[in-house]
């Protein structure tokens, strides 16, 4: 079975400008859930995707946004980009919520804001 | 909120045990997980342990939970060079099973 994938893998932005990250979950995955991952911060949740909903939402600005497909596939979208913005985005999928499971990550894409 | 505490660093040399460990505070974490980073990668699952069990085994891998102290700890047996990365405690709550809570990270370097 394929892993979460993540495109692209690599993304050099500058400040201002909006950048679409997209993520395809295992197959037969429903939730799709986002992570920022920064050296001051370490891993934080910025939200879950469960049938085309958000069902959670992190602490994040609310230039930060994202959808979720009917194929489960989900995108991430963040807008005006700043500096601090640059890090490793982590998406995660799980098969159900609410059950017993865990989420199996995808290799990221590392975002760099000039 | 839920709060995951880890050591920065440990240093081992190959072929002893490695011992990492992780505290958090939610008293309603229902399942904690242990994460590995190698450089340039994403999260790969090791091991994960329900929060009514006490130990957990995995090959060289042992999880021990003590509930009482909130403390989870990570022990990996016969610890070689490509053990070396960054291993990360977290836990999910029980109301939102899909909320992940990150310890910051232990990196483990492995000596030869």
């Known amino acids: 079975k394929a892993g979460v994938t993540q495109t692209p893998r690599y993304l050099i932005k500058t400040r201002g400008q909006q950048v679409t990250l997209s993520c395809s979950p295992i197959?037969?995955?429903?939730?799709v859930s986002w992570y920022q991952q920064t050296p001051g911060q370490g891993l934080q949740f910025l939200f879950e995707?469960?049938?085309?909903?958000?069902?959670n939402k992190g602490n994040f600005p609310g230039r930060f946004s994202g959808r979720q497909f009917s194929n489960s596939r989900s995108e991430m979208n963040v807008s005006t980009l700043e500096l601090g913005d640059s890090a490793l985005y982590l998406c995660?999928?799980?098969?159900?919520?609410?059950?017993?499971?865990?989420?199996?990550f995808g290799p990221g894409t590392r975002l760099t804001v000039l | 909120g839920e709060d995951v505490e880890q050591s920065l660093f440990l240093s081992v040399r190959e072929g002893d045990s490695s011992v990492i460990n992780c505290t958090y505070t939610d008293s309603s974490s229902t399942y904690l997980y242990w994460y590995k980073q190698e450089p340039g990668a994403g999260l790969q699952l090791l091991t994960y342990i329900f929060s009514n069990m006490d130990m957990k085994q995995d090959q060289r891998l042992t999880v021990l939970l003590n509930k009482k102290d909130k403390h989870l700890s990570l022990r990996i047996a016969d610890t070689q060079t490509g053990d070396s990365a960054i291993y990360f405690c977290a836990e999910s709550p029980i109301y939102n099973f899909n909320k992940f809570y990150f310890g910051s990270g232990t990196k483990l370097n492995v000596k030869p």
């Open positions: 197959s037969g995955h429903r939730s």
């Open positions: 995707y469960f049938s085309e909903t958000q069902r």
């Open positions: 995660a999928s799980s098969q159900e919520v609410g059950t017993k499971d865990t989420q199996y």
